[in-house]
Nanobody, 123 residues
């Protein structure tokens, strides 16, 4: 069982930056893949970035590549998403998720979810 708690969402103007954090807690920490998903009203949940806990290998969606950076702090069991050059189309509820295994982008493959944090980018 993994508990995930996100923080760091908010309102920002286009071109601005935000940093999301996700603190993970588990009795036994496996080689999880940690991911950030987002879901805007009326749209499907999409994976924007993911990181393999042990190797640090990453995945980025094309729409955020070069603007978002995912990172992890092994000691603090924290995964962060640094979001720069934000656009109004980045507005969504952002979720931290975890799965035991390789990086996957389909939300159905993730077993553990945080409660979500809202990111709103004004034009």
């Amino acid at each position: 069982q993994v508990q995930l708690v996100e923080s760091g969402g908010g309102l920002v103007q286009a071109g601005g930056s935000l940093r999301l954090s996700c603190v993970a807690s588990a009795r036994t920490f496996r080689d999880y893949t940690m991911a950030w998903f987002r879901q805007a009203p009326g749209k499907e949940r999409e994976c924007v970035a993911a990181i393999r806990w042990t190797s640090g290998s990453t995945y980025y969606a094309g729409s955020v590549k070069g603007r978002f950076t995912i990172s992890r702090d092994n000691a603090e069991k924290t995964v962060s998403l640094q979001m720069n050059s934000l656009k109004p189309e980045d507005t969504a509820n952002y979720y931290c998720a975890a799965r035991d295994g390789n990086v996957r982008t389909d939300p159905k493959n993730y077993d553990y979810w945080g409660q979500g944090t809202q990111v709103t980018v004004s034009s």
